[in-house]
T-cell receptor, first 106, second 116 residues
């Protein structure tokens, strides 16, 4: 089993839709988790940390489920500009998932 | 510096040649990471430095790959006898406090290596 696995993409959604991605991890001792966004031919950029209690940043909500060992990212009211690849990373392992590609269409 | 700087941005080399890729992390960041990314894939972990020492080099694919960080700031990734399969974007990232949930990685814009 890979250390970090993500939902296979691509996700194609209309503007305004709500979309969610999951990311599972294998190391139960992992303590810190992040979501990154990567645009085509650009470097990954930090989107948000994932806290145990769940956290929200505008239209984005991140959650952690320790029992099932996954994190999730929810995007509400999706915009065209949200089109990108979303990567999760388990900080203690320094391993990234393969990424989930999101395309938001008009 | 203000961000993570990687040079060169692009490197084309012939199969069998030696290459060096440089990473200048954010000033004060003690943790430095090298990843490589192929098209359509996530970043693949190569090596992690904490200060001058390689804390985890388990991602280096073979002994042709080596990295150093002699003064705890700039790092160089060295690839000997390059092969076409080494072609990828090599990303460097740095972090202020590895393991903290408050600090993620800041990436450089990468070096695109093409082995012909």
């Amino acid at each position: 089993r890979k250390e970090v696995e993500q939902d296979p993409g691509p996700f194609n959604v209309p503007e305004g839709a709500t979309v969610a991605f999951n990311c599972t991890y294998s190391n139960s001792a992992s303590q810190s988790f992040f979501w990154y966004r990567q645009d085509c031919r650009k470097e990954p950029k930090l989107l948000m940390s994932v806290y145990s209690s769940g956290n929200e940043d505008g239209r984005f909500t991140a959650q952690l489920n320790r029992a099932s060992q996954y994190i999730s990212l929810l995007i509400r009211d999706s915009k065209l500009s949200d089109s990108a690849t979303y990567l999760c990373v388990v900080n203690s392992d320094m391993r990234f998932g393969a990424g989930t590609r999101l395309t938001v269409k008009p | 510096g203000a961000g993570v700087s990687q040079t060169p941005s692009n490197k084309v080399t012939e199969k069998g040649k030696y290459v060096e890729l440089r990473c200048d992390p954010i000033s004060g960041h003690t943790a430095l990471y090298w990843y490589r990314q192929s098209l359509g894939q996530g970043p693949e972990f190569l090596i992690y430095f904490q200060g001058t020492g390689a804390a985890d080099d388990s991602g280096l694919p073979n002994d042709r790959f080596f990295a150093v960080r002699p003064e705890g700031s700039v790092s160089t990734l060295k690839i000997q006898r390059t092969e076409r399969g080494d072609s990828a974007v090599y990303l460097c990232a740095s972090s202020l406090n590895p393991g903290s949930r408050n600090y993620g990685y800041t990436f450089g814009s990468g070096t695109r290596l093409t082995v012909v």
